[in-house]
T-cell receptor
Framework: NAGVTQTPKFRVLKTGQSMTLLCAQD?????MYWYRQDPGMGLRLIHY???????AKGEVPDGYNVSRLKKQNFLLGLESAAPSQTSVYFC??????????FGPGTRLLVL | KNEVEQSPQNLTAQEGEFITINCSYS?????LHWLQQHPGGGIVSLFMLSSGKKKHGRLIATINIQEKHSSLHITASHPRDSAVYICAVPQTYGGATNKLIFGTGTLLAVQP
């Protein structure tokens, strides 16, 4: 089992460019999450999904969109990147009220 | 909505020392999570506990639900224990979505 994987691992964008981060899990988990991690702050939830075809906003959703077309994949999109979106992005998956399994992270730099 | 506070923010210890990291939260919870983030960035779940104590190797996690407090202990610490330790609790009690609120973490450095 690969667990939770994320692509890409690192990306540099110019302000205004768009990109999609891909998260994949092979544990048949219903729940998937996108977090961002910034210096001096705890992980913050961007969007989450409780099942295929469903998504919901987290704590800091502005500037991001998500899709969960397949149970195993959860995509995070940035339509028009801004320097404030420079961060490390983590995907996670879980079953209800169980341990969350995290991906390795994606470092994004927006210039 | 829950809030989480961890202490200390930074901790330096000598190899072999007993280490304690604390976590306090503000709203009743069903379970609390301890996670470990190594310098390379990967995040691993260590414990999920709702009462009492759990032990895994040299790591022990305890929780006092009434006092809204949890501790993570490391016995016979080793340089490989150097990492950021993060506490997380559900955003709301009994939430059906697993939404967690994370502490800012405790940066532990164990010196040989």
């Amino acid at each position: 089992n690969a667990g939770v994987t994320q692509t890409p691992k690192f990306r540099v964008l110019k302000t205004g460019q768009s990109m999609t981060l891909l998260c994949a899990q092979d544990m048949n988990h219903e729940y998937m999450y996108w977090y961002r991690q910034d210096p001096g702050m705890g992980l913050r939830l961007i969007h989450y999904s409780v099942g295929e075809g469903t998504t919901a906003k987290g704590e800091v959703p502005d500037g991001y969109n998500v899709s969960r077309l397949k149970k195993q994949n959860f995509l995070l999109g940035l339509e028009s990147a801004a320097p404030s979106q420079t961060s490390v992005y983590f995907c996670a998956s879980s079953r209800l009220q169980e341990t969350q399994y995290f991906g390795p992270g994606t470092r994004l730099l927006v210039l | 909505k829950n809030e989480v506070e961890q202490s200390p923010q930074n901790l330096t210890a000598q190899e072999g020392e007993f280490i304690t990291i604390n976590c306090s939260y503000s709203v009743g919870i069903s379970a609390l999570h301890w996670l470990q983030q190594h310098p390379g960035g990967g995040i691993v779940s260590l414990f999920m506990l709702s009462s009492g104590k759990k032990k895994h190797g040299r790591l022990i996690a305890t929780i006092n639900i009434q006092e809204k407090h949890s501790s993570l202990h490391i016995t016979a610490s080793h340089p490989r224990d150097s990492a950021v330790y993060i506490c997380a609790v559900p955003q709301t009690y009994g939430g059906a979505t697993n939404k967690l609120i994370f502490g800012t973490g405790t940066l532990l450095a164990v010196q040989p």
